[in-house]
């Protein structure tokens, strides 16, 4: 069923400031996420469930989690 809890759809997950911690290697802690394309530390597309992407943002308040239902382009990279 689209959009249900189990079903994997494609993210962006980016922040709007350089961390100390590139988001890979904040979502290494996830592993249930698969990572499709990173352009810097500061950008990653990903395939995860809509059950993985709130645990993210509660874990990680200053990251931004965002369906990509467009599969917009990101630093030349399709995401």
Do not use: C, N
């Not at 352009?39 to 990251?63: C, F, I, N």
Request: no cysteine; hydrophobic share 45%.
């Amino acid at each position: 069923m689209p959009g249900s809890a189990s079903t994997l759809s494609r993210y962006i997950v980016w922040r709007e400031y350089a961390g100390a911690r590139p988001i890979v290697g904040i979502l290494a802690d996830f592993p249930e996420i698969q990572i499709l394309r990173r352009e810097d530390s500061d950008a990653v597309v990903v395939m995860m469930t809509e059950a993985s992407a709130q645990k993210v943002r509660r874990a990680h308040p200053g990251l931004h989690v965002e369906r990509d239902i467009a599969h917009r382009r990101v630093g030349g990279f399709a995401r």
